[in-house]
């Protein structure tokens, strides 16, 4: 099944690569996953064509208004438009979670192959600082970290990220161990591939079907993160129209103004949803207890 | 595999067993308690109240926390302050000066007792206040050459020079004398013994004190039985609690707030002027604050009404200077910093900050103008009030980065000069002399590190002027000093007056005789009681 030639491997990969596409088709809520993401995305980068406000622009006179014809989703405290403020959070609360899922992969994936590959003194400190890390509730470490670094996005994203990397890198270096002794790997180091060859074209492709999955559904619980640490005041900086700022900002307005906290809300969940449900079809899709099942119907 | 969960269930058991031990702990204390309260027959209602302030108890020793046990009526002071801001006599029945004007003679209330039964006296009052001397900051600008005890209740403070605002700065809190029994063996402060109408029955550090009557004071004894006292930074938890009848009293409100809580039949809110001004200092020891002209123009750019309209619903004063309109000693010729984008923007040109490239943001020698604001956030309103300042700063061109810390975060980059703008509520009034709060806000021997007042700022004449009032007893001729001080200060703005402070509180309506200090110094709790 599995190719030692790199040619027969990118058809290979490229099978199942198509392969998961369909599946994906098959998968209902992975479907909606991706489109709302899709969708978000393309408000994202049009969001100057979407809104016709400035989400910064204050004009105190008219603050805390409730949606009208001028403004879709009302006021805010500051008499800023909430639904410019919405759409542009769209941009910062996608890009902090795309780059915090992806630096924490980086870091972990980076560590497990170590792990993995090189075993020994490597491995045994590496998978004793996880379990270091592992032993800490995760939110608090990442309260402390955050609290000592000061209130900043860029902070948040890398104390999630020295968090959040124990899970790859124990994954990954599990796959590994289990690659590293396939014939494929042994053939090329009879041929003299070197170690990063290795470890760049046989091992690393073949773990990374899990590590897509954890990282898709990551990206939902770092932006929910980011948005919680923004809530306590540890992450965005005012005027960032970053979505849990502005529902801690709301909170004293409950009352008076409740779409404040509402809609900010409302977007945190189906954004976050989204990423859960399309990491969970990735997960049933390339779960191989599952994938016998799914494959049956091609 | 099972044995690690059977493992794990023990510790839950031991947890739940502990669990139970605690609050089985808590629960044996309140019958206790009861008990006591049925023993004052006369009160059919219970006599509780619980006070929900955003300012934890950190500690109690006077000495640094002399602002909270004065508050919660655990201590007297020597000389106390009425609700028109006048010195009337405290533990002392009344003081005089020498006519050589250097010592002041306080004679003591006599048949005062501490909580643990030792009486006060002079010797009491003179270690007290050496303890204050030896390890507080109250006296280090006060010229104190010795206190002595000259008599049984005769306590004699000797300056060194005539230093008129002696009696109101016994009016701090710091001051107050607390028996020797609140240390230990190896002079550490261990617990809290004052003279107060409130003794202290529980303390959890930084949550919550617990106090209950003294029926032994001197004055008028307190209706209350028992009185909590719980930290509560967040605002709006305080007015869900108070709502939810957890909390008594709610203390310092966001303005924004009267409209909900005035609609609520259970509630009442109390809006009073207190002695304190939300300011700005202003970093004056770099770039850009260090150019006067641009002080001006940040002075200038910022639109106060608007603040006070908006952002505290009309319930605060914009200022024009550092003291409210209703103090004796305002000078009401100050005209402030009028709203004026236009003159902001030439004074910036003047220092040489223009928008060369249109970027919208100014710049000086290829710099940007860009300062950060630092401010926290205890005070509901300090953070909405930064993003205002920061809007109407941008359209002068200035970028505007706001921090919002923790108090004591926010305090000590103020302490490491790592600020341009630190927004803040400053007390004018703990001690009921201008001299005290122009003396460790403006001079310049406490402008370099510690503090609330101004950065870098180092005036001679200013400098002078406070001297001077310090050591003149004329009223006449210290009210011109003072305004001669209020104009430099305003004209030279190391320090922003953006408003006067409104304090709200709500109670809830079955509380009575709740009244707000003007200074803050005190509750009163011993005029509250719980009615129907």
């Excluded at chain 1, 915090?100 to 020994?120: D, Q, W």
């Excluded at chain 1, 779960?287 to 799914?294: A, F, G, H, V, Y």
């Excluded at chain 2, 269930?9 to 139970?20: Q, T």
Aim: hydrophobic fraction near 45%; aromatic fraction near 8%.
């Amino acid at each position: 099944m599995r190719g030692v030639l790199t040619g027969d491997r990118y058809v290979w990969q490229k099978k199942r690569l198509n392969r998961t596409f369909s599946a994906l088709k098959e998968n209902k809520l992975a479907a909606v996953g991706l489109i709302i993401i899709s969708v978000l995305v393309l408000m994202a980068v049009f969001a100057p064509l979407i809104t016709l406000r400035d989400p910064y622009e204050q004009n105190l006179e008219i603050r805390l208004t409730g949606s009208n014809e001028k403004y879709l989703m009302g006021t805010d405290q500051f008499g800023r438009c909430l639904f410019s403020r919405l759409i542009y959070g769209i941009r910062i609360s996608l890009t902090t979670g795309v780059i915090s899922a992806v630096l924490t992969m980086g870091i972990g994936v980076f560590t497990g192959l170590l792990a993995g590959y090189f075993g020994g003194i490597m491995d045994e400190l590496i998978m004793r600082i996880t379990d270091i890390v592992l032993s800490f509730p995760s939110i608090v470490l990442t309260l402390v970290i955050a609290g000592v670094l000061g209130p900043d996005l860029k902070n948040i994203i890398i104390a999630l990220a020295a968090v959040g990397w124990t899970k790859y890198a124990r994954v990954v270096r599990g796959s590994v161990l289990s690659i590293k002794e396939q014939e494929y790997v042994e053939s090329a180091k009879a041929l003299g591939a070197s170690d990063i060859y290795l470890l760049c074209r046989h091992i690393l492709p073949n773990c990374m079907g899990p590590v897509i999955v954890i990282m898709t559904l990551s990206i939902g619980g770092a932006i929910l993160s980011i948005a919680g640490l923004s809530f306590l005041g540890l992450g965005a900086q005012p005027p960032t129209p970053e979505w849990g700022m502005m529902l801690n900002q709301g909170v004293p307005f409950m009352r008076r103004a409740p779409h404040l906290t509402i809609f900010p809300g409302l977007a945190i969940m189906i954004t976050v949803l989204a990423f859960n449900f399309l990491g969970d079809g990735l997960r049933d899709i390339m779960d191989p207890r599952l994938k016998s099942k799914l494959f049956q119907k091609f | 595999m099972s044995r690690l969960t059977s493992g794990k269930n023990v510790l839950l058991l031991l947890l739940l067993v502990m669990c139970l031990l605690i609050s089985g702990c808590g629960g044996n204390k309140v019958p206790q308690e009861k008990s006591a309260e049925g023993e004052s027959p006369q009160e059919k209602i219970p006599q509780e109240l619980v006070i929900g302030s955003p300012w934890t108890p950190k500690e109690l020793d006077p000495v640094s926390a002399g602002w909270l046990v004065l508050r919660i009526g655990l201590v007297d002071t020597l000389v106390a302050i009425d609700y028109d801001i006048n010195l009337v006599p405290g533990l002392a029945k009344s003081w005089e000066i020498s006519s050589d004007e250097l010592e002041w003679t306080f004679k003591l209330e006599e048949g005062v007792k501490f909580h643990d039964g030792t009486p006060l006296n002079a010797e009491a009052v003179k270690w007290s206040l050496e303890r204050v001397m030896e390890k507080g900051t109250l006296f280090k600008d006060v010229p104190i050459k010795s206190i002595e005890a000259r008599g049984d209740y005769t306590l004699t403070i000797v300056t060194e020079e005539l230093f008129a605002p002696l009696a109101a700065i016994l009016a701090k809190g710091e001051a107050a004398p607390v028996s020797k029994n609140s240390l230990d063996a190896n002079g550490e402060f261990k617990e809290i013994i004052g003279t107060g109408p409130f003794m202290l029955s529980s303390w959890i550090p930084d949550q919550e004190a617990v106090l209950v009557r003294n029926d032994d004071y001197w004055g008028k004894i307190p209706t209350l039985d028992k009185v909590v006292y719980k930290g509560i930074p967040e605002a709006a938890t305080r007015i869900m609690m108070l709502e939810n009848k957890e909390l008594d009293v709610a203390q310092i409100l966001p303005a924004d707030a009267v409209e909900q809580l005035e609609a609520n039949p259970e509630i009442k809110v109390y809006t009073k002027p207190i002695l304190r001004s939300r300011v700005i200092v202003l970093n004056m020891l770099r770039e850009p604050f260090n150019d006067l002209r641009v002080r001006k123009a940040v002075n200038h750019a910022i639109d106060r009404e608007s603040i006070v309209k908006h952002i505290m619903a009309g319930v605060d004063v914009a200022a024009s200077g550092p003291f409210p309109p209703t103090t004796p000693w305002v000078n009401k010729n100050l005209q402030g910093y009028p709203y004026d984008l236009e003159k902001a923007k030439t004074l910036l040109a003047e220092a040489g900050w223009k928008d060369s490239d249109n970027s919208g943001i100014i710049k000086k020698d290829g710099k940007p103008f860009t300062v950060d604001l630092i401010t926290y956030s205890t005070r509901a309103e300090l953070p909405p009030m930064a993003e205002v300042i920061q809007d109407q700063l941008k359209k002068a061109g200035i970028q505007v980065n706001i921090q919002v810390l923790e108090t004591g975060a926010a305090q000590s980059l103020r302490e490491e000069g790592k600020f341009d703008m630190y927004l803040l509520a400053r007390n004018l009034g703990f001690a009921p002399d201008p001299s005290y709060y122009l003396m460790s806000d403006f001079h310049s021997k406490n402008t370099g590190g510690k503090g609330w007042g101004a950065y870098g700022f180092n005036n001679k004449h200013v400098d002078e002027l406070i001297e001077l009032t310090q050591r003149t007893t004329n009223l006449q001729e210290r009210k011109k000093y003072f305004a001669k001080l209020q104009e430099i200060i305003v004209d030279e703005t190391p320090v922003m007056f953006l408003n006067h402070y409104v304090n709200v509180t709500a109670v809830r309506s079955n509380v009575q005789g709740y009244n707000e200090h003007p200074t803050e110094s005190c509750f009163h709790l011993e005029n509250i009681y719980i009615g129907e």
